[in-house]
């Protein structure tokens, strides 16, 4: 069964950092892109960054782009977003998911979420 299990959501002010963890289990997580993807409140799912299984190329969203940095350590099943310059549209639930930027929309990818809340 795949497992996802995100941590290291919060409240953070503007202009803020948080990094987001997020541990697989279930299936050889070495061997999967995998993504990032996020839903703010009362909008639908928004795909954020996708790291292929080797994690030597990323992808990123525009709207993230030069602010957030996705990276895995398939040592320890764990895939990372390191969020800088956090703004206020950054707030939402952020989901980790065995999945690319074609797949993240299907039932079944994502683990339970963290919250990330920008406010001053």
């Known amino acids: 069964e795949v497992q996802l299990v995100e941590s290291g959501g919060g409240l953070v002010q503007p202009g803020g950092s948080l990094r987001l963890s997020c541990v697989a289990s279930?299936?050889?997580?070495?061997?999967?892109?995998m993504s990032w993807v996020r839903q703010a409140p009362g909008k639908g799912l928004e795909w954020v960054s996708q790291?292929?299984?080797?994690?030597?190329?990323?992808y990123y969203a525009n709207s993230v782009k030069g602010r957030f940095t996705i990276s895995r350590d398939n040592a320890k099943n764990t895939l990372y977003l390191q969020m800088d310059s956090l703004e206020t549209e950054d707030t939402a639930v952020y989901y980790c998911?065995?999945?690319?930027?074609?797949?993240?929309?299907?039932?079944?990818?994502r683990g339970q979420g963290t919250r990330v809340t920008v406010a001053s």
């Open positions: 279930g299936f050889t997580f070495s061997a999967y892109r």
């Open positions: 790291i292929n299984s080797d994690g030597r190329s990323t």
């Open positions: 998911a065995k999945a690319t930027y074609y797949t993240y929309t299907e039932a079944g990818r």
